[in-house]
């Protein structure tokens, strides 16, 4: 027998459900539980009755024969809850494509699983910088958007959310204002009820600001001391009941929120880490974010990782809260007939919303309202807002150093489109066009 492997345990399971369609759609519910080991079984209500239960077992002796080592025993396929809110507790949780009562329970070594999509904040804007690979120049497009917006006397709270490769406090601050804390320390010291006692001291404010601020939370403080002792206690749930936990990211989602009590900004700007990361999760999926950034480079790297994360909120039941959130970046566009290259990024970026986030419109249907864009539809998420490549910011040392000498019309040069686009999205005139 051709050995299973953990990509086809759903397709595996969803063939069978089928050949028995209308008893399981019969079922209040059905539950199909993958373990952290991906070993997979059932899980149905305990009021079944007693044919209706000896029905779904021979269902799953049947897919325990086919899923071999990724099932459970013939015995052991099918469990029972008195919900399916219990069956699924710790799991994420979704309905599984093609069914209204069946779900998947995946039970996941970390908290960040990219479908839980928590509600955009309706209090403060907060805007996302996310990049499937690194080196993209997400965090200098970061500083120079917080500065740009504090000269327009907005005031910014920005928060060095990638961890594992902090840095973006030094484009905003001089090293002696550093403050002497940062998200690092106050995540470890929540866990023992300490966060309130360095909130004053884990943010500092920016001269490069003038007829606004810049609020800076950077990823560590002055002296980062332990780091990797301390970053390695960042992902730990709090205990606040001896039967509750809060996931890191409703931790972090509550630093944000007493930041934004305390400084009043006008936006929240994230950087969030590369890659598919719990970070990058975090800010992404799990921190209220309005808009998210996606920066990309035109290549095959680019949209072979974003067309993983797109299928994935496809399949999870997620594509129409995401996509209102979503705005592409083209980044680093060269000076060389760089018309060409943005356009190139817009029909790659095109046919990966068309296959995985829009909605498809029927043939002859013009009247249909639906999120769905042409290919030459500057409104469209896909359509690139871009970032000209400079020869003036590449390899700097100090680009807070940079910034205290820059103006506006050099800053507009390299970084107009996309700052006309975030200022079409607040609803203000384009000064950048």
């Known amino acids: 027998m051709t050995s299973i492997t953990f990509d086809q345990i759903l397709s595996q399971v969803d063939s069978v459900l089928q050949q028995h369609d209308s008893f399981v759609r019969g079922l209040d519910w059905l539950v199909i539980n993958r373990d952290l080991n991906g070993r997979t079984r059932f899980i149905v209500p305990e009021s079944l009755n007693t044919a ?32 399916r809110e219990t069956a699924c507790q710790g799991a994420s949780a979704h309905l599984i494509e093609g069914w209204n009562n069946v779900y998947l329970a995946d039970r996941l070594t970390t908290e960040g699983d990219w479908a839980s999509i928590f509600p955009a904040d309706d209090t403060t804007k907060r805007i996302a910088f996310f990049s499937i690979k690194g080196g993209v120049g997400r965090s200098t497009a970061l500083a120079m958007t917080a500065w740009s917006l504090a000269q327009a006397g907005k005031r ?37 009820d300490n966060g309130e006692v360095i909130l004053d001291d884990m943010v500092a404010t920016s001269d490069l600001a003038h007829d606004g601020e810049i609020y800076v939370v950077p990823s560590h403080g002055a002296d980062p001391g332990d780091y990797v002792a301390k970053l390695s206690r960042v992902w730990m749930p709090k205990s606040i009941e001896a039967t509750q936990r809060e996931p890191w990211s409703a931790r972090l989602r509550r630093l944000l929120a007493s930041l934004e009590q305390r400084y009043q900004p006008d936006l929240v700007l994230l950087d969030s880490r590369a890659g598919i990361d719990e970070v990058a999760g975090a800010c992404v999926t ?26 994935h909120w496809q399949q999870t039941g997620n594509a129409e809260v995401i996509r209102q959130r979503l705005q592409l970046v083209g980044a680093l566009v060269p000076e060389t007939d760089p018309a060409a290259y943005t356009e190139a990024l817009r029909d790659e970026a095109y046919t990966l919303f068309a296959d995985h986030l829009y909605d498809e419109i029927p043939s002859g249907d013009v ?67």
């Open 367 to 433: 009247g249909t309202e639906a999120f769905h864009f042409d290919t030459a539809d500057d409104t469209g998420p896909h359509a690139p807002w871009a970032i000209r490549w400079q020869r003036g910011l590449a390899g700097l040392r100090s680009l807070h150093g940079r910034l205290a000498n820059i103006d506006t019309a050099e800053v507009n040069a390299t970084f107009g489109p996309l700052l006309a686009g975030l200022h079409t999205w607040l609803g203000e005139e384009d000064e950048h066009a």
């Open 156 to 192: 910014i709270l920005v928060l060095d959310l990638d961890l594992e490769s902090p840095g973006l406090s030094s484009s905003l601050l001089p090293a002696e204002k550093q403050p002497t804390y940062g998200i690092t320390d106050w995540l470890v010291e929540d866990l023992v």
């Open 52 to 83: 209706d239960r000896k029905d779904i077992e021979d269902i799953g002796k049947t897919i325990s024969g086919l899923l071999g080592s990724h099932g459970h025993t013939a015995e052991q396929m099918v469990l029972d809850d008195d919900s």
């Open 286 to 311: 799990d921190l209220g974010a309005n808009l998210v950034l996606i920066f990309a480079l035109e290549g095959t790297q680019t949209w072979s990782g974003y067309r993983i994360l797109f299928k």
